[in-house]
């Protein structure tokens, strides 16, 4: 990596990457990320607003207080210096933001999520060692962008364990997947596995999303022909990939109005993330909880039908019953009741299949709108595409899954999916907890201390996200330098069945379809944060193609 050749503009060597691509003449090309210098105190304000309206607020109690209550809000002020000094000295020489009274930094992490986050990135990209230090509820935050510390974080094990969202003990409960200790965490994944992962499962997903894909596609575009008006693909592309998910997991036993159920339900139980943690009278925590304990109680009613087709010998036909398969063939090796699989109790696969159905929504969402937007934004690539869709699979591509497993008949088709995993990471971080005291890039980080590495720009560092170049000489085919799906024993199981539906998305539109965007693309850093990450524009006209 070459370094910086102005050093007085305060650049780090980060900000010029390799983004090779190889072409017929073996060129590659260098790109120049946006220059970030390094920010003074007052740069990124938003915490300096936050502190300044808190201190106010906090002073003008203190006046319009009787004489005898001062003495508590001296104690008060007190309390928050000390808080502040032990802020600072936990913060060393890391870059970070100002002091934030405590709860200042959740509050402005909901009411703002996207300049919150993107000031804290800003401060860490532009520091020497990519991190950027803040405080949350009382806790001490390190928001990390440095892609190897990103991966010490992941892979720690030992050091770190998952911190999911505040809100997260109350949605997903206390005995989730996440939550599992490393043994009992490995075995179960090592029951799910097939059900997920085996060629065969991953060829039934594949034809399933070829379907709904097809499907919500062309009735989008009749939509458009038919209105004359574009649509919000973000709001679209959000039923598609329930649709998907739905058919894959659940196939064989979901009706019209447990579809539209289980959507609605997904979406309240997402918005949960964004709201207060305070999950009573009526809030929107509250909802999501109902809404989660909705879905929990649908799938359950599910499971011993779906037990019953497998005892009974019968061909499984969606992930819940292939599952099964798998518990019942770990049951005869413990000799044990199928329902004494740990992990595996009725209540428990409700649970996990609830994780799976909000993943495969949310992130899927977020990666086949993004898909969208990059695919319109490089005519290029999209006319590569079309031509090797066209000449294997012909005119229409019809039964495209047949071929998509296969790398040596579609290898452009299956880069192009792979590679905008690895460009627009759809889930921008995952928080983790400090066990124990350790080192973080030779800062000292104390037991209790909230890490969250940023998958989001730790791939812009590492110059995966800074230009869309499907056959980089870089490529990280399976996501072991860009974490997309993160790493450790946390990584995400669907990372295949991720890679099938956005394959099967790719060749479908290439052989049928072309989006027509609506205004101008949206600058890199204005996105909308939900957790996951979409573009802050998403209006196209779905066009069939000629």
């Given at each position: ?6 050093p ?8 010029y990457?390799?983004a ?10 260098k ?6 210098p ?7 304000t ?37 808080d ?14 100002p002091?934030?009274?405590?709860f ?21 990209m ?37 911190y999911?969202?505040?809100n ?78 739905q ?48 879905i ?12 019953q ?10 992930l819940?019953?292939?599952w ?11 000799d ?16 996990t ?17 993004y ?8 005519p ?18 019809k ?17 192009v999916?792979?590679?905008m995993l ?12 400090s066990?124990?005291?350790s ?13 969250i590495?940023s ?68 600058d ?18 779905i066009?069939?193609?000629?």
């Amino acid at each position: 990596m070459p370094p910086c050749p102005n050093p007085s503009h305060g650049l780090r060597d980060i900000d010029y990457v390799d983004a090779a691509m190889t072409k017929g003449n073996g060129d590659s090309k260098k790109v120049l990320m946006k220059p970030k210098p390094t920010p003074g105190m007052f740069d990124n304000t938003f915490h300096w607003e936050l502190n300044f309206y808190s201190f106010t607020t906090l002073t003008f109690i203190y006046y319009i207080l009787p004489e005898k209550y001062q003495s508590v809000m001296k104690v008060i002020f007190g309390l928050i210096a000390v808080d502040a000094a032990r802020y600072y000295h936990m913060k060393g020489s890391m870059a970070g933001v100002p002091y934030t009274l405590p709860f200042v930094s959740l509050v402005a992490m909901i009411v703002k999520p996207v300049r919150f986050w993107t000031e804290m990135a800003n401060i860490a990209m532009a520091s020497k060692d990519g991190l950027c230090t803040n405080t949350l509820v009382g806790k001490f935050l390190i928001f990390c962008t440095d892609p190897k510390l990103c991966r010490d974080i992941l892979t720690g094990e030992g050091v770190y364990g998952v911190y999911a969202h505040p809100n997260a003990k109350w949605l997903f409960g206390s005995k989730n997947l996440i939550y599992l200790e490393k043994d009992p965490h490995k075995a179960f994944r090592k029951i799910l596995g097939p059900a997920l992962f085996s060629s065969e499962a991953l060829e039934q997903y594949s034809e399933c999303q070829e379907s709904v894909v097809r499907r919500f596609l062309t009735k989008y575009q009749l939509q458009c022909e038919k209105s004359k008006k574009p649509i919000d693909i973000r709001v679209a592309f959000r039923s598609m990939a329930a649709a998907a998910s739905q058919e894959s997991f659940l196939g064989p036993y979901l009706s019209d109005d447990l579809r539209v159920s289980l959507e609605e339900d997904i979406l309240e139980f997402t918005m949960g993330f964004l709201c207060a943690p305070f999950p009573y009278f009526g809030t929107g925590l509250s909802k999501a909880i109902d809404a989660k304990n909705r879905i929990e109680e649908n799938v359950r009613k599910i499971v011993p039908v779906a037990r019953q087709h497998v005892i009974d010998g019968k061909a499984p036909r969606c992930l819940l019953e292939r599952w099964y398969i798998s518990i019942i063939e770990t049951a005869k090796e413990q000799d044990i009741d199928p329902q004494e699989v740990p992990g595996c109790h009725d209540d428990d696969i409700a649970r996990t299949v609830l994780d799976f159905l909000f993943a495969a929504q949310d992130a899927t969402n977020s990666a086949l709108t993004y898909t969208a937007d990059v695919l319109e934004a490089h005519p290029d690539v999209m006319e590569r595409l079309c031509e090797e869709v066209e000449s294997v699979l012909g005119k229409g591509a019809k039964n495209a899954w047949t071929k998509l497993r296969d790398t040596a008949l579609l290898p452009y088709t299956l880069k192009v999916a792979n590679q905008m995993l690895h460009h627009k990471p759809p889930v921008p971080m995952i928080p983790h907890l400090s066990k124990k005291a350790s080192y973080l890039g030779g800062h000292y980080v104390g037991s209790g201390a909230v890490l969250i590495p940023s998958l989001f720009y730790a791939a812009r560092v590492s110059g995966a996200s800074v230009e869309f170049l499907p056959e980089r000489q870089d490529a990280d085919s399976q996501f072991v330098k860009c974490m997309t799906f993160g790493g450790g024993q946390h990584k995400c199981p669907g990372r295949r069945y991720a890679e099938s539906l956005l394959s099967v998305f790719v060749a479908v539109v290439a052989a049928n379809f072309r989006f027509e965007r609506v205004g101008d693309r949206p600058d890199e850093d204005n996105f909308i944060y939900y957790p996951t990450l979409f573009p802050a524009k998403n209006t196209f006209y779905i066009r069939g193609r000629e």
